[in-house]
């Protein structure tokens, strides 16, 4: 009796989960945040760390919602293209702006789904990565002329102008860190999407801290479905 007890409850969790990810959506959402957190996840007989891939909606009321949470053995922009694809089938028609870190090909992907949305890739991330290519003594350095150039409460600035600064800046420190030339690349402009919109957002939507957090919250509590389907819930 408490076998089935269990199982009848696994089963309404199962029916629960299943609702939630074909509930019907917003026709429009200003802001979207993404981001792919991996956990250990039974398929079969084996265990193994796979993505679970995350949307957190800001609505036009300014509230935030978790439009949805499913599964995919990697992180992939082409996964997240059939997320979008799902997010549109679900009612989604406009999203004005996509918040996400700087994977390959997210850009592409979100052309294809929503073409009119703006994308901005977390800044966080960008100062990361440079630090990581210089050495120590010209760390301190580097870090506060970058800190500059991206400091949201910059008057007289816009993305064009703010990506400008930041090929000059890369133009200087690529002769002591050659490798630092690949961010000349045109692509880095979408971190600079931010100085677009008012001064008072800016600092919420250069980076992807509140989608981060929000993995980091609800990390420990994943239901690990055993069931082998490519894309799963929580």
């Known amino acids: ?42 398929r079969d007989e084996s265990v193994s760390n796979e993505a679970y891939y995350t949307v957190l909606g800001v609505k036009e009321d300014r509230t935030r919602e978790v439009l949805t949470v499913v599964n995919f053995p990697t992180e992939s922009a082409t996964n ?4 979008f694809e799902d997010l549109k089938e679900r009612g989604v028609s406009v999203v004005d702006l996509l918040v996400c870190d700087g994977l390959s090909g997210i850009e592409n992907a979100l052309a294809d789904t929503f073409p009119k949305a703006d994308l901005q890739l977390c800044t966080v991330h960008l100062k990361r990565n440079i630090a990581g290519k210089v050495k120590p003594r010209d ?9 500059q150039i ?24 690529q002769k002591s860190y050659p490798p630092l ?14 100085f677009k919109y008012e001064r008072e957002i800016r600092g919420m939507i250069y980076t992807t801290n509140w989608i981060e957090r929000l993995n980091r919250d609800y990390k420990l509590s994943l239901i690990h479905i055993s069931e082998p389907t490519r894309r799963r819930g929580i």
């Open 1 to 42: 009796q408490r076998q089935m007890c269990i199982r009848d409850s696994l089963n309404t969790a199962h029916e629960d989960v299943n609702a939630w990810l074909v509930r019907r959506l917003d026709s429009r959402y200003p802001i979207l945040y993404i981001d792919a957190t991996y956990v250990l996840t039974r």
């Open 80 to 83: 997240w293209k059939d997320v």
């Open 139 to 147: 760390k301190k350095q580097v870090m506060e002329e970058l800190k």
């Open 150 to 173: 991206c400091a949201p409460d910059q008057w007289d600035i816009n993305p064009e102008k703010a990506f400008e600064n930041f090929k000059d800046f890369i133009l200087r420190w």
């Open 181 to 194: 030339k690949r961010y000349q690349h045109e692509r880095y402009r979408f971190y600079f999407t931010y």
